[in-house]
């Protein structure tokens, strides 16, 4: 047979081989961090610009209702001043159901993201 080994010579034989797994799995960390981080900036991106595509949405639709009802009133004043007021019910209404509708959607999507990740691994 050969010479038996002792615990020592077994470590030693075994450091190169361990500290380059440790440098692999630490790579294989960073490289799914990155990836993690990249995927929610873009998916951040793409709800700020969104979100600043409804603002103006917003703004001209209420500027067409406004002049709208401002036709029909025939009073500029009065035709902006309802718009103002429907205006004011709908940030109400997000306001008050912005959990529902933004917040745990959000939340969930960012953990279904996260935990199809680390599935796919």
Do not use: C
Request: aromatic residues 14%; proline residues 2%.
């Amino acid at each position: 047979m050969g010479q038996p080994e002792n615990i020592g010579t077994f470590f030693q034989d075994s450091k190169p081989l361990l500290k380059e797994y440790l440098e692999t799995r630490f790579e294989l960390f960073r490289l799914h961090a990155i990836r993690l981080i990249s995927q929610s900036a873009g998916y951040l991106v793409w709800i700020l610009v969104s979100l600043f595509l409804l603002f103006l949405i917003m703004i001209f639709s209420g500027i067409v209702l406004g002049l709208w009802l401002s036709g029909l009133f025939n009073s500029s004043v009065l035709g902006f001043g309802v718009t103002t007021l429907l205006m004011i019910g709908v940030f109400v209404l997000l306001a008050v159901f912005r959990k529902a509708l933004f917040v745990n959607p959000v939340i969930k999507a960012i953990i279904s993201k996260t935990a199809q990740e680390f599935d796919g691994e």
